[in-house]
């Protein structure tokens, strides 16, 4: 079993930062890429920003500039350190990661329970 733990979330003013954080416990042999994700109602949740194991990102537009993601594979933790927020940022963000429980078994998705960001202006 793995657990993705998310923390960090809170209620900021616009212009304000947040930095969330996520760490995976469990049985895990590697984590692969690992990344944030918000909920938009009505549809599935779309992409903030993915990381490699290697340390390769990828942004959302609406966030390039602004929101910045690391890793740190020793704690198995992954952040989103989120400046220059705006009320359109305010949702739940879901940390994912790929994981591998072994050298020979394929990548499983693994999902945390969310962390709610609320940006008021």
């Known amino acids: 079993q793995v657990q993705l733990v998310e923390s960090g979330g809170g209620s900021v003013q616009t212009g304000g930062s947040l930095r969330l954080s996520c760490a995976a416990s469990?049985?895990?042999?590697?984590?692969?890429?690992m990344g944030w994700y918000r909920h938009i109602p009505g549809k599935s949740r779309q992409l903030v920003a993915e990381?490699?194991?290697?340390?390769?990102?990828n942004y959302a537009d609406s966030v390039k500039g602004r929101f910045l993601i690391s890793r740190d594979n020793g704690e198995n933790t992954v952040y989103l350190q989120m400046s220059s927020l705006k009320p359109e940022d305010t949702d739940v963000y879901y940390c994912?990661?790929?994981?591998?429980?072994?050298?020979?078994?394929?990548?499983?998705?693994?999902w945390g329970n969310g962390t709610l960001v609320t940006v008021s202006s």
């Open positions: 994912n990661a790929e994981i591998s429980h072994s050298k020979w078994s394929a990548r499983m998705n693994y």
């Open positions: 469990g049985s895990i042999f590697r984590i692969h890429d």
């Open positions: 990381i490699t194991t290697g340390g390769s990102t």
